[in-house]
T-cell receptor
Framework: DQQVKQNSPSLSVQEGRISILNCDYTNSMFDYFLWYKKYPAEGPTFLISISSIKDKNEDGRFTVFLNKSAKHLSLHIVPSQPGDSAVYFC??????????????FGKGTKLSVIP | DTAVSQTPKYLVTQMGNDKSIKCEQNLGHDTMYWYKQDSKKFLKIMFSYNNKELIINETVPNRFSPKSPDKAHLNLHINSLELGDSAVYFC??????????FGPGTRLLVL
């Protein structure tokens, strides 16, 4: 059973416009949420995160919104650039005991920014 | 300066062989992980090591054994490789605020 879902496998956006990537989760124990960006043949790169006590976190062109009641988060990229084309993974963190935290990943959304 | 590095990047081997993948992080983190990305592209946790102590073992076959000689290294040894072990394996380390940083991945192909 997927605890973190990214229902859109792909998204195409025109350069300069806003990209919105969505993520839903089911586990109320998640207390920290992250977005990772992944290029082919490379490891996931940390992009931005948000704690469950916040509803918004902004870093340059990237903003993550968290709606705890809906168990939904989204990543906004504005303006979108061709270099943003990659697979974006949503991840949620929960404490798993003995000082360790476990990340659960969504399946990813492939973003294509069209010049 | 590479924060989390893995070797080798590509590994092609025959069924039944034993192989190891090495991981090193220079971030000073206490906790490291191994993940498997399967053909469906899901990233799933396999192991977690906190200061050389195994914390999580997510129902991984015992043919897989993590070994941590020190907190900067977490190696993955796989015995009797099977076709289904073909995947991309990622190493990661975690900072004190729950953010994990990933290595470039090791692409394992079992023939």
């Amino acid at each position: 059973d997927q605890q973190v879902k990214q229902n859109s496998p792909s998204l195409s956006v025109q350069e300069g416009r806003i990209s919105i990537l969505n993520c839903d989760y089911t586990n109320s124990m998640f207390d920290y949420f992250l977005w990772y960006k992944k290029y082919p043949a490379e490891g996931p790169t940390f992009l931005i995160s948000i704690s469950s006590i916040k509803d918004k976190n902004e870093d340059g062109r990237f903003t993550v919104f968290l709606n705890k009641s809906a168990k939904h988060l989204s990543l906004h990229i504005v303006p979108s650039q061709p270099g943003d084309s990659a697979v974006y993974f949503c991840a949620a963190s929960a404490y798993s005991g003995a000082g360790s935290y476990q990340l659960t990943f969504g399946k990813g959304t492939k973003l294509s920014v069209i010049p | 300066d590479t924060a989390v590095s893995q070797t080798p990047k590509y590994l092609v081997t025959q069924m039944g062989n034993d192989k190891s993948i090495k991981c090193e992080q220079n971030l000073g983190h206490d906790t490291m992980y191994w993940y498997k990305q399967d053909s469906k592209k899901f990233l799933k946790i396999m192991f977690s090591y906190n200061n050389k102590e195994l914390i999580i073992n997510e129902t991984v076959p015992n043919r897989f054994s993590p070994k941590s000689p020190d907190k900067a290294h977490l190696n993955l040894h796989i015995n009797s490789l099977e076709l289904g072990d073909s995947a991309v394996y990622f190493c990661a380390s975690r900072d004190e605020w729950e953010t994990q940083y990933f290595g470039p991945g090791t692409r394992l192909l079992v023939l």
